[in-house]
């Protein structure tokens, strides 16, 4: 695209070498393992190293998803292997890529220019009743979850799906209370995406750490239950959370037809009109490639990323520099913002 050449741009790529670059969210260990079992191997290098580099990319949030097909027999072997996938995939890239489990593996990433992992379950189907399977997982190195994917388990109910538009309710349960008192207990995050309105409500009303939305937009920006309305943002950076922008076409609600990078810096301007620069981030949650991993499971050929691989991120800096945004303020949005919340929460 001509705005490429732009002083803009030259600008952002500068602002993403030079600081931390943060991805919230990317179904990264569901892909590897999905990967794996089609007989491929050393997925980071061949699918994602290269534009993780070129977009400066420091650290990947990524999820343990389980499909619907899986639940609810398979949930927990589903989890181990996507876990066991996603360790045994780092071996392969082990000079440029570590896995993060504390505040001195998140420095290291930090001073040496690396990319660095962090794992955490997005929905806890994985654990059914047994909330004391998060001591394992714990141990295997995730550090957060959220309580639910878009659809109801024993802990929570979820939101609609992106596509759909549905107003679902009901909160936490019992179990769903006594898993987020454990999860602030072992020092796991809580990400409340895709956690629907009731839920959300009662879970700000009892945490006591900040709490994130790993990949959610604005309401008022595009109506869709996956996004937060104003009240929550104001609540969740009242708490000292941080919101992840998602790149997802119906999240981002972009017209297909053009450019979707206004449309998403609209969100982000949002919530800074909002709450202030200090509560936006970055989680794009960009599912193509993990969509064309699986054709014949759920590919049916219309992609729905609006980035098309983290190497065009800046083009999200570079749109927000042309609207006036400060170097500064961009700084904490790329990933200021997420590092330090996770040098909060981390060991
Ligand atoms: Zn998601």
């Not at 990319?57 to 998803?65: A, C, K, M, P, Q």
């Not at 943002?233 to 992840?244: Q, Y």
């Not at 449309?263 to 919530?271: A, F, G, P, Y």
Request: glycine share 8%; aromatic share 8%; with cysteine.
């Amino acid at each position: 695209m001509a705005r490429k050449n732009d002083e803009y741009w030259q600008q952002a790529l500068k602002l993403h070498r030079e600081n931390p670059v943060v991805d919230a969210h990317l179904d990264l260990a569901a892909e590897i393992h999905m990967r794996y079992q089609i007989g491929e191997r050393e997925v980071i290098k061949k699918h994602y190293l290269d534009n993780f580099k070129a977009g400066g990319l420091n650290i990947v949030v990524s999820s343990v998803f389980v499909n619907t097909k899986d639940l609810p027999d398979k949930g927990l072997k589903q989890a181990m292997n996507q876990i066991s996938a996603l360790l045994c995939d780092l071996e392969s890239v082990r000079d440029e890529v570590m896995f993060i489990k504390n505040q001195k593996d998140l420095d290291a990433v930090i001073a040496r220019d690396k990319i660095g992992i962090i794992l955490y379950m997005e929905g806890l189907d994985p654990i059914g009743m047994d909330k004391d399977l998060l001591w394992g997982f714990r141990e295997l190195g995730v550090r957060g979850a959220s309580l639910t994917w878009s659809r109801r388990n024993y802990l929570a109910e979820g939101c609609c799906n992106a596509s759909e538009l549905k107003d679902i309710k009901g909160g936490l349960s019992e179990l769903g209370r006594e898993t987020v008192k454990l999860m602030e207990k072992l020092s796991l995050f809580v990400d409340i995406s895709h956690l629907n309105d009731e839920g959300y409500g009662e879970l700000m009303d009892m945490v006591t750490a900040p709490v994130i939305a790993t990949h959610s937009n604005a309401r008022s920006v595009h109506m869709n239950y996956r996004n937060l309305t104003d009240e929550q943002i104001i609540k969740l950076a009242g708490h000292g959370g941080i919101m992840g922008l998602n790149a997802y076409e119906s999240i981002v609600g972009a017209d297909p037809y053009e450019d979707p990078i206004p449309k998403m810096c609209d969100h982000l301007e949002h919530v800074i009109q909002l709450v202030g620069d200090s509560h936006a981030g970055y989680g794009f949650d960009l599912c193509d490639s993990y969509y064309m991993a699986a054709p014949r499971l759920t590919f049916d050929g219309k992609r729905g990323d609006c980035l098309l691989n983290h190497k065009e991120m800046a083009e999200i800096a570079a749109e927000m520099l042309r609207r006036g945004h400060s170097e500064e303020s961009i700084k904490k949005i790329i990933g200021g913002n997420f590092i330090a919340y996770f040098r909060k929460m981390l060991p």
